[in-house]
């Protein structure tokens, strides 16, 4: 069965950084393009990044353009997404999604962004 676990989160000043990690398995890691959303308390969950399946090509939501990259390890059945020049708006709970049939997700990681 498809699994998704999220890593790297964590409590980060202001104009910190972190490294997220999304270890895949049961499916064909490197045929599916690969996600990152976000969920704030009180909000909708949206879509921060995305990568194809080799990698080639990848977007991001207008507001953290220029500070996360989002890159994937297909030998290693893992997507990451680091997150430079974190602010207090980027506080959430990160989840790691692939679409294959049906959208599955992990269990979230959460990244605090505070002083």
């Known amino acids: 069965q498809v699994q998704l676990v999220e890593s790297g989160g964590g409590l980060v000043q202001p104009g910190g950084s972190l490294r997220l990690s999304c270890a895949a398995s049961g499916f064909t890691f490197s045929s599916y393009t690969m996600r990152w959303y976000r969920q704030a308390p009180g909000k909708e969950r949206e879509l921060v990044a995305a990568i194809t399946s080799a990698g080639g090509s990848t977007t991001y939501a207008d507001s953290v353009k220029g500070r996360f990259t989002i890159s994937r390890d297909n030998a290693k059945n893992t997507v990451y997404l680091q997150m430079n020049s974190l602010k207090p708006e980027d506080t959430a709970v990160y989840y790691c999604?692939?679409?294959?049939?049906?959208?599955?997700w992990g269990q979230g990681t959460q990244v605090t962004v505070s002083s």
């Open positions: 999604n692939v679409f294959r049939v049906f959208a599955y």
